[in-house]
C-alpha cells in the first residue's frame, strides 16, 4: 500500500518537519516523611501551643469536636463543679487544662483536682502529673481502643478515676482503678473513688 502525504498549499516545502518539543525533565516530589520531633515535653509543658497535645514527640491538635461532644464536656464539668461546691470539699474543676503523664502532655476534656493537690499560687502551666478524677468525651474521629488506652495511661500516672462519655451511644465507663463499670442511658452513675457521692443520671448528661 501507497501512504499518500498531504501538504497545505502555504506550507514550505524544504522546510524540516516540525519535531515534538522535549519533555522536561521534572524531578520526583519525595513522599512525606514521618513526623519528626519538634519539641520536647519538658519544653511543650513550659510554653504549650494553645488545643495541643504532646503525643510520642508530636505535637497533635485535638479537634473533632462536635454539639454533642461539647454539650455532654459542659454537662458534667457544670455537675461536678455544682456538687463540690454543694457538698463542701473544694477543689476545682477544668477544662482542658495540661497535665503531665508518664509518658506524654495531655489535654483532659473534664478533670477534678482535690483541694490537697492544688497549687499555693493558685495557677499552673501544666500540672504535674494526671489530674485524680478526668472524663474524656469521644468524637466522631475517636477510637474506642484510643480512648481506653488513653484512660490507662491516665491510671498509670496518678489519676485513681477515669470517665469515658460516649454522647452518641449514650453510654458512660467508669474505672474508680480497679476495673470498668458500664452505665447506660437509663441508669445513675455515680463516682468510684473521688468527688465521694456525686451522682448523676445518665440521659442528664447525654441529652
Known amino acids: ?12 516545502q524544504n522546510s524540516e518537519p516540525e519535531l515534538p518539543q522535549k519533555l522536561e525533565n521534572i524531578p520526583e516530589i519525595p513522599p512525606e516523611s514521618e513526623p519528626q520531633k519538634v519539641i520536647s515535653l519538658e519544653d511543650f509543658l513550659v ?11 508530636n505535637l ?73 478524677l478526668i472524663a474524656e468525651v469521644a468524637s466522631p474521629e475517636d477510637s474506642g481502643e484510643e480512648l481506653f488506652a488513653k484512660a490507662q495511661e491516665y491510671l498509670e500516672s496518678g ?7 460516649f454522647p452518641e451511644a449514650r453510654l458512660i465507663f467508669v474505672n474508680g482503678g480497679q476495673s470498668w463499670r458500664l452505665f447506660n442511658a437509663d441508669e445513675v452513675v455515680n463516682t468510684q473513688s473521688v468527688l465521694a457521692g456525686f451522682s448523676v443520671a445518665v440521659s442528664e448528661l447525654l441529652a
Open 1 to 12: 500500500m501507497t501512504a499518500t502525504i498531504i501538504i497545505p498549499k502555504n506550507a514550505d
Open 159 to 165: 489519676c485513681l478515676e477515669v470517665w469515658l462519655l
Open 60 to 132: 497533635v491538635e485535638k479537634t473533632g469536636m462536635t454539639f454533642k461532644h461539647g454539650l455532654a464536656q459542659v454537662n458534667l464539668a457544670t455537675s461536678w463543679k455544682t456538687y463540690k461546691n454543694s457538698s463542701g470539699q473544694g477543689g476545682e474543676v477544668v477544662t482542658e487544662v495540661l497535665c503531665r503523664t508518664n509518658k506524654q502532655g495531655r489535654r483532659p476534656d473534664v478533670a477534678y483536682i482535690t483541694p490537697e493537690l492544688l497549687p499555693q499560687s493558685g495557677n499552673f502551666t501544666a500540672f504535674s502529673q494526671s489530674f485524680p
Open 47 to 57: 510554653r504549650p501551643a494553645d488545643r495541643m497535645e504532646w503525643v510520642d514527640g
